[in-house]
């Protein structure tokens, strides 16, 4: 049986909800038809404020350019800077310039000034005087003796010899002596020893610098890029078209001949301050010159010499000199101080220079402060005390001036570290023995 509830009043909450909102919109409708605004239609918006939803203030303002105002700009820079290019770049009309040395006034030389000025001045030459008696005929006529003067070409007196060819001769003569002084002279011999300078020294007789004033006998002239020249053209070659020299034959089959490189490592270093001795260490093989198959000196051979220490300014290799083989068995033989070379086969070797640069810059900004220090003179300061700093100057300056120098001459250092690769050039041949293990390859 079906029973249906009973309407006591009590409806339903969505219900009660829909019927509020309904009855709102009729209210809002009627109160809207009633002020008579718009009864029929719907009533626009108007849009909300926007200053009171920003959260932030407004962004900066950008200034911008104008590209007319850039492009003007650039126009009138090229205009003047093509203007500028163009008035430089013209022909100048300069004027002559003002020559501020008046060349017709300069003094000149009293036998220009005595000269004739044309051609028409000169004086007439008279008859023509023999060479030898022209001088003592016109020193005779001048004062005023009635010489006769003999004609030209004439034949001389009986008894008397020509006076021609006695010119003659004396002018042979005078260039044989000229020669001979030439050829005997020291400036050409500077070179030469031994029984060269005993004979140049007999025919030439006392040095030249003995009779130049205030010379010092003792010292030799120092030789000049002149005279090396002239006495390297002035030797004489060989005229022989054929050497005296012959086939010399093999003085052993265990020979390593000049011209071979023997291959090795220094053992100890190098540093250019002080001389010293050295070792190297052979680090390949050695065999025979005429077949290449007989070992001749071994891996591992100790090699002996020394190193020139005096380093030039500028210079950045250390040369070097051999003097000892010795051999793994104990055997040794002399080198007579072979040259070490680099692995290139340039001389001497090139690792590490040490200019001094700290030392000089130093010695540079010592003299700078010390300069420095002694100009700070005061106008107030009496003559005494001027006179005190000035000479305190002069000395500090010259102290300055003294260390600068001094770091100067040091010569730079240079340093070979251990195990630099090197190569001794053979220049004399060596005669060696084989070795007994493994002599052969």
């Not at 000149?108 to 030898?132: C, E, F, M």
């Amino acid at each position: 049986m079906n029973t249906r509830p009973q309407d006591d009043g009590v409806r339903p909450v969505s219900n009660r909800i829909v019927e509020a909102e309904v009855e709102t919109d009729v209210e809002t409708d009627v109160e809207v038809d009633a002020e008579g605004d718009e009864p029929d239609g719907e009533r626009p918006v108007a849009p909300a404020n926007p200053d009171g939803f920003r959260l932030g203030g407004e962004p900066p303002r950008v200034m911008r350019l104008s590209r007319k105002a850039l492009a003007t700009l650039g126009l009138l820079a090229s205009v003047g800077i093509g203007g500028a290019l163009i008035y430089a770049l013209q022909p100048q009309n300069h004027l002559p310039a003002e020559n501020l040395y008046d060349t017709n006034s300069r003094n000149r030389a009293d036998s220009v000034n005595g000269a004739p000025a044309n051609y028409g001045d000169v004086p007439k030459l008279g008859p023509a005087l023999p060479g030898d008696l022209g001088g003592p005929i016109v020193a005779a006529q001048r004062g005023g003796q009635n010489v006769p003067i003999p004609p030209i070409g004439a034949a001389p007196a009986a008894g008397q010899p020509d006076p021609r060819i006695a010119a003659a001769e004396q002018a042979r003569e005078r260039a044989a002596q000229e020669r001979d002084s030439a050829r005997t002279s020291r400036l050409f011999l500077a070179g030469e020893t031994g029984t060269t300078d005993s004979r140049s020294a007999t025919a030439v007789g006392p040095a030249p610098s003995a009779s130049i004033p205030g010379a010092d006998p003792a010292l030799p002239s120092a030789p000049t890029a002149t005279s090396s020249r002239r006495a390297f053209l002035d030797q004489r070659g060989n005229r022989s078209t054929e050497s005296p020299e012959r086939i010399m034959r093999l003085a052993s089959p265990y020979v390593v001949q000049a011209g071979s490189v023997i291959p090795a490592a220094l053992i100890t270093g190098i540093r250019s301050d002080l001389p010293g001795q050295i070792t190297a260490q052979v680090t390949q093989n050695v065999y025979d010159s005429p077949t290449g198959r007989i070992l001749l000196i071994p891996q591992g051979s100790r090699l002996i010499g020394e190193y020139d220490s005096e380093v030039a300014a500028g210079q950045n290799r250390v040369l070097l000199a051999w003097d000892r083989l010795i051999l793994p068995g104990g055997q040794s033989i002399l080198l007579d101080r072979l040259p070490g070379a680099d692995a290139a086969g340039m001389a001497g070797l090139e690792d590490q220079t040490n200019y001094h640069w700290g030392n000089m810059l130093k010695a540079a900004l010592i003299s700078t402060l010390l300069g420095a220090g002694t100009e700070l003179i005061s106008n107030g300061d009496s003559d005494l005390i001027r006179a005190l700093r000035f000479g305190t100057q002069d000395t500090i300056s010259q102290t300055g001036r003294q260390v600068v120098q001094r770091q100067l001459n040091v010569p730079p250092t240079l340093t070979v570290r251990p195990g630099f690769s090197l190569r001794i050039i053979v220049t004399r041949d060596l005669v060696l023995e084989p070795m007994p293990a493994g002599g052969t390859r």
